[in-house]
Structures are given as structure tokens and as C-alpha cells.
């Protein structure tokens, strides 16, 4: 190790525990009673958070450090996780009311009926534990292929689910929303139209617009997609029209990441003033 | 002359942060334009100050709601008090300070229109955030709420677009007790309540899978309950589409949090000390927009110079 390496990491070292015993001092005023606790969890909020922003800088041992325990703690804490909160939270519950009350569940008895004294629904439970172990045969060299039949139900169903709301939300609803009235929803004749025209964001001229924004915009859209045809005159025009229209989409997408990225850092930053630093309020 | 000598320190604060941020961005064009070389952290420690200095010296923007923010805000406005409305917390903490204050907002405004909330969540990481709301909202500025009768916690439960299938049908199925393990029969909430579709409302925070897609595909739209959404900036565009057949309104980033808070505020003026969390983050977003902007700005004038002397094409 580099004498700089020992130096710097002593002295972030010296300045973790100084912000701890300085951080646990101020919690100590409050009513708080885990003030040494409180105290250091501040303190690694405030040393993890500055960790992962001096990868701005460069690439260093403390990023390095503190994205590994970040990897580790998240697979901990989703495989824990997964056991309470799925097998416990959700399977024991339909398979046994002895281990419900064992792992102080409530059991769910279903109404499915019984046959020979048993709950149908204790039985039929018991497949999602045998496609579970099915999964596991993954890790094995061997046998790693029996995984993959769980594995095809899992997206086979997934498909069947996700393919129907798709199609009525996503493509069907979609396809009537484009529908929309060019001359907006009540058009009573042009003289009542310029009688009531006005600028409001719910009146009848913003509404038109709107409309033809879409209806242009969906159009041109399709045709800049539309390969089958060389795109020149005015199909090649309206081509032009429907890139513009996906540059503006993009370009409104890209404002928001950037709005959604500032936010995440007005949060660190407020946490690292208000929480650790204490200077507002 | 005596309002000149009234200028607050945190004023003086905010003209010292503009001209070190926009005096620095002149410098940087200046630079640019001689073919200097400008390191990518000088960018950052742009973006850091553009952040940090409204946070410190607060410049607050007035915010007035859209359209499609007031199509939320109107929904639970004009419900008859008593309507049952559904809050799920589809989110994390790296999302929360944009869409927690957007929780906390539309949660304060129904309780105090008299509408009862069922909060739960399709993340576990929401189930805490969740509580974090119960605890800075619900409980101290709500007393009077009862437990049950105003409101529940049904928690988190696993199983992400098949928790919203089944509960669209059935809500004991999936939730057989409360978040406290008190079974959803005894819950005079839940008396007349079997299924989503007996909600008035559904409103889905959050930005991530599942999240307020999974519900407008999986609840709103076969169920045809109401439905409003508050999301990430980051995926606010995809939901776009849904408004305003699918979805009554969107709440996209902190800007929608902002406008939400800001229009809860002007008519509710016994909320006007409430905590605006998303007022507050109008100011360094502005700010941190403005920089953006510049440079922007600066990269296409050095660009286009190049481009005339021959440089790049």
C-alpha cells in the first residue's frame, strides 16, 4: 500500500470518528436515547453518500467500498426479503395452519373444498414449492436443465397476463385516444367560435390545437416509420415532420431525467446539510 | 433606502451564488472560445453549487397547477366526504424525495376533505416511507383521524402485477389482515369494501416496475375506477398517454409535487405552514435547469465555431 493510500485513509478515518462522537454529542441534547447509535448511522449515511460522489472525481477505494456493500447489503436484504415476505408471507399461509401459527401467519383457508379430510388448496399450494426447488437445480451442473421448466410456465404466464392488459390498455384504449375531434368537442359554427375564442389551456382553441398536434403528430409519426416507400416529396416532407416530432418527444423526456437526476441530489445534499451538518433548518 | 437596508442575509446569499455561478459560466464560455480545454468536474462543481446554494440561501418560486395536476387535485376535491380512496407506495428511497412530498400532499388533502385512505405498498421498500408518512403527516396534523375507521395500513405484500390482479377481484385473497396482522373483517374500513372496485380512487405513487402502469393496466382500466398517479420525472412521459381517458390527472416530479402543494395551500389556508417539500426543491431545480441551459449553450457556440474554422464536422 502507497504511503498517500495510508495517509488519506487514516485521515477520513480520523474524520469519520470525529463527525461520529461530534454527531452523537448533538443527538445526545434531544430526547433521542440510541444517541451513539443515531449518531453513527448520520454518520455512514453522510460517508457512503460522499463516497459515492467522489467517483466524480475519479475511481477510487471508498466508491469501491462503498458500491460492494451496496451489492451485498441489497442481495442480503432481497433474499431475506423473499423468504418472509413470499414463502412466509404468501405460500405457508395456503399450505398449512400449523406452520401459519408456527410463523405467526393468518391462515388463509380457502374455500376450494376438501377430499379425504384434506384442503384442496393446502394441496394445490404445495406445486409453487416443488417448481421453487425446480428453479434451484439451476446451481447444479447436471441436472440444470429441469430449471428450465418452471422457468417456461413462469414467462408463458407472465406473457398470457401481461399480452391481454397490454392489448386492451396499451394498444386498443391508445388507438381510441387518437381519435379526437379536429374541431374540438362542441363546435357549434364558426361565428360562436371566434365569439368565444380565447387562450384559456380548457378552451376550444387550445383544445383544437391539441388535437391536431396529436393527429399530426401520430400520422407523421407512423409514415417516418414506414419503410416500404422511399421517403421523398411529400411523403419524404411529412417523414421530416414526424422526426421532429419524436426529437421534441425525446427531448421532453430528456428534460425530465434531468429534473428526476437534480431532484435525487437536492435530496443527498438537503440530508448532508440538514441531517449531518446541521447548518438549516 | 429603508427597504435596501432590510435585505436579508439570505438574500445577500443569493446574488453572491448567482454571480459565482453565472460569472463562472462567462469564464467557461471565455475559456471555450479561446479552444481551451474544459475538465468534465469543473462541470460538476457547477452543478453542485447551482444545487446547494438555494438549499442554503432558499429562493422560492411561485408554482400554480396545471392542467393535468389539478385533474388529481379536483378528484379528491370533489368527492363526497366518506369516499374511500386507495394510496400505494411504489417506491424507494432513492426516489422518495421526489415522490414522498406527492404522498404527503395528496394524503393531508384527503384526509381533510373526510375521504378514508387505505395505504399500502407493491414495494417493501415503500412499506417504511409509508410509515414515514403515518408519522410526519397523518398522526400530528391529523389527531382526530381514528385508526381503522379514517384510515389503515395494509402494508406491503410480495408478488408485484399478481397482487394487482387478484385484489382487483378480491382484497382478503391478498390481504388477509392489516399491516399489524388485524384481519381486514374486523376493520370497520373494510366492511362494505371487498374489492378494488369498490374504491372512489385509486392514486399510485411512484416511478419504477410495479408501479402506476402495472395499476392503470391491471385495476384502473378492467375495474374502471379512477385513477391518478404521481411519478419520477424520470418515466412521467410514459404516462402521459393515459391522460386524461385512463388516468384523471399526473403528478410528474417534484414539479407536480410542487404545483399539488402549492394549490393545497392557497385553499387550504390552515395549511399554509405546512412542510412544501416540493415548493422548497423549485428553487435549486431552476437553478440547476439555468446551468444546464448555459451549457447547452456554450457547448453548440463552440461547436459551431469549430465546425466554421474546419474543425469538427
Known amino acids: ?281 | 433606502m429603508n427597504n435596501f437596508l432590510l435585505i436579508s442575509l439570505s438574500d445577500i446569499g443569493v446574488i453572491i451564488s448567482l454571480i459565482v455561478i453565472f460569472g463562472g459560466l462567462l469564464w467557461l464560455l471565455i475559456r471555450s472560445i479561446k479552444a481551451k480545454e474544459v475538465d468534465r468536474r469543473i462541470i460538476f462543481i457547477f452543478i453542485f453549487v447551482a444545487v446547494a446554494a438555494p438549499i442554503l440561501f432558499p429562493i422560492t418560486f411561485q408554482e400554480s397547477a396545471t392542467e393535468v395536476v389539478k385533474g388529481v387535485y379536483d378528484k379528491i376535491e370533489n368527492l363526497p366526504a366518506g369516499s374511500k380512496i386507495l394510496i400505494s407506495f411504489d417506491f424507494d428511497p432513492a426516489m422518495a424525495p421526489e415522490v414522498q412530498p406527492m404522498a404527503n400532499a395528496i394524503s393531508a388533502h384527503a384526509l381533510e376533505k373526510g375521504h378514508k385512505i387505505i395505504f399500502m405498498s407493491l414495494w417493501a421498500t415503500g412499506q417504511a416511507l409509508l410509515s414515514q408518512t403515518l408519522e410526519t403527516v397523518v398522526l400530528p396534523q391529523f389527531p382526530e383521524k381514528e385508526e381503522f375507521v379514517d384510515y389503515v395500513n395494509i402494508g406491503y405484500k410480495a408478488g408485484n402485477e399478481g397482487v394487482l390482479n387478484v385484489i382487483v377481484a378480491d382484497f382478503r385473497q391478498m390481504f388477509p389482515t392489516d399491516v399489524n396482522s388485524v384481519p381486514l373483517d374486523s376493520i370497520p374500513l373494510f366492511y362494505n369494501l371487498k374489492s378494488c372496485k369498490d374504491l372512489d380512487m385509486i392514486v399510485s405513487i411512484g416511478g419504477g416496475k410495479p408501479g402506476p402502469k402495472e395499476w392503470v393496466l391491471f385495476v384502473g382500466d378492467p375495474g374502471n375506477i379512477p385513477m391518478g398517479v404521481g411519478v419520477a420525472a424520470v418515466v412521467a412521459p410514459q404516462l402521459y398517454p393515459y391522460y386524461p381517458k385512463q388516468v384523471v390527472g399526473i403528478l410528474g416530479g417534484v414539479k407536480g409535487a410542487a404545483e399539488y402543494e402549492s394549490e393545497f395551500v392557497k385553499n387550504y389556508s390552515k395549511f399554509e405552514n405546512m412542510d412544501t417539500p416540493g415548493l422548497r426543491m423549485m428553487g435549486p431545480q431552476t437553478l440547476a435547469h439555468m446551468v444546464i441551459m448555459c451549457f447547452i449553450i456554450i457547448g453548440n457556440v463552440i461547436f459551431f465555431r469549430s465546425r466554421r474554422k474546419g474543425g469538427a464536422k
Open chain 1, 1 to 281: 500500500m502507497k504511503k498517500t493510500a495510508i495517509i488519506v485513509t487514516a485521515v477520513v478515518m480520523g474524520l469519520f470518528i470525529l463527525s461520529w462522537v461530534l454527531k452523537a454529542n448533538a443527538v445526545s441534547a434531544t430526547a433521542e436515547s440510541n444517541y451513539i447509535l443515531r449518531g453513527f448511522l448520520v454518520t455512514i449515511a453522510a460517508f457512503l453518500t460522499l463516497s459515492v460522489l467522489s467517483f466524480l472525481y475519479k475511481d477510487n477505494p471508498f466508491y469501491k467500498f462503498a458500491e460492494h456493500l451496496f451489492v451485498g447489503i441489497s442481495a442480503a436484504f432481497w433474499m431475506c426479503l423473499g423468504f418472509w415476505s413470499t414463502i412466509v408471507g404468501n405460500l405457508i399461509p395456503r399450505i398449512s395452519e400449523g406452520l401459519s401459527n408456527a410463523f405467526k401467519v393468518p391462515y388463509i383457508g380457502g374455500d376450494w373444498g376438501n377430499v379425504l379430510g384434506i384442503d384442496i388448496m393446502n394441496v394445490v399450494f404445495i406445486f409453487p414449492i416443488i417448481f421453487g426447488v425446480m428453479l434451484i437445480m439451476r446451481l447444479s451442473s447436471n441436472y440444470g436443465w429441469i430449471s428450465r421448466w418452471p422457468l417456461a410456465l413462469i414467462v408463458g404466464t407472465t406473457a398470457g397476463l401481461n399480452f391481454v392488459r397490454y392489448l386492451q390498455s396499451d394498444f386498443i384504449q391508445q388507438v381510441s385516444s387518437t381519435f379526437v375531434p379536429l374541431l374540438g368537442n362542441n363546435w357549434t359554427g364558426f361565428g360562436d367560435f371566434l365569439s368565444n375564442l380565447s387562450l384559456d389551456a380548457s378552451g376550444q382553441l387550445v383544445l383544437i390545437l391539441a388535437n391536431w398536434v396529436i393527429f399530426i403528430g401520430v400520422f407523421c409519426g407512423l409514415i417516418y416509420f414506414f419503410f416500404s416507400k422511399e421517403h421523398t416529396g411529400a411523403f419524404g416532407k411529412a417523414s421530416r415532420v414526424g422526426i421532429w416530432i419524436l426529437m421534441i418527444t425525446f427531448g421532453a423526456s430528456f428534460g425530465y431525467t434531468v429534473m428526476g437526476r437534480i431532484s435525487l441530489l437536492v435530496g443527498r445534499i438537503t440530508f448532508l446539510f440538514k441531517d449531518w451538518l446541521e447548518i438549516i433548518s
